[in-house]
């Protein structure tokens, strides 16, 4: 197992201005998961995938990291973890805009010791993959929207994650380009990272070996 969600609940804000984002969740994620999770927007999805990436605390509850409490791991020791083991695709995910493409997309390996050749190669690779083989010496701040998202995709697998979270990777791009990113992950599955998703797409949905809906901060498994 590498992470355990156990009766998580997550309220934001108080008073009035409370609102109860889980309302228990409990989840285990295993060694080569492939996980979607879908619903309608508000049902928790994003809070949920940020706290199994130990972004943030839940409320109540527990959650464990490669059986360790994370709520009795410091926040240094978190933000190595985090560098080393998970690879993060996050709506409004920042890149360096005045580097390059290829840049961007080598800056994880600054948490991690490697060849920079190999990691240039591989990021090459991943770029190709996404179809932004034309533009990686660009400058990002020259890119389009969906491509910058594509260049955050190649960057959270840099380090070969243990753990890949994606919230909405092929939100607003196109089906050529979404079917590019389901291919990729689907590798990246088999080469043994284990990823836990968020997304409207049914097709990517599909292509997910446990598919999980979430309504109103709660979560159930949907059987295919
Ligand atoms: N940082 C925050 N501060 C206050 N409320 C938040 C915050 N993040 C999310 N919420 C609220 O929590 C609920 C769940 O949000 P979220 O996890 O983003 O759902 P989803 O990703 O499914 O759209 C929503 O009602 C949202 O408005
Ligand atoms: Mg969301």
Not at 115 to 129: F, G, H, S
Request: some cysteine; hydrophobic content about 40%.
């Amino acid at each position: 197992m590498i992470t355990k969600v156990l009766n998580v609940t997550k309220s934001y804000g108080s008073g009035s201005a409370r609102t109860e984002a889980l309302r228990g969740v409990s989840l285990d994620i295993n060694a080569g998961d492939y996980i979607a999770i879908v619903g309608p927007s508000g049902s928790g999805k994003t809070t949920l995938l940020s706290i199994i990436g130990c972004l943030i605390h839940p409320t109540e509850g527990e959650v464990y990291f490669d059986k360790r409490r994370v709520s009795d791991i410091s926040d240094i020791e978190l933000s190595i973890l985090r560098g080393r083991e998970i690879g993060f695709v996050f709506q409004f995910t920042d890149l360096l805009s005045n580097l390059t493409v290829l840049e961007n997309v080598l800056v994880p390996i600054l948490f991690h010791d490697g060849m920079l050749d190999e990691k240039k190669k591989y990021a090459v690779q991943l770029l190709e993959k996404l179809g932004l083989g034309y533009c990686i010496n660009a400058r990002v701040q020259a890119l389009s929207g969906g491509e910058r998202q594509r260049v955050a995709i190649a960057r959270s697998l840099i380090n070969r994650p243990r753990l890949l979270l994606a919230d909405e990777p092929t939100g607003d791009l196109d089906d050529e380009t979404s079917r590019r990113i389901i291919a990729l992950f689907a590798a990246v599955n088999a080469s043994g990272t284990t990823i836990v998703f968020v997304t409207h797409n049914k097709n990517f949905a599909r292509a997910a070996t446990n598919v999980y809906e979430m309504g109103d901060g709660r979560i159930q498994r949907i059987l295919k």
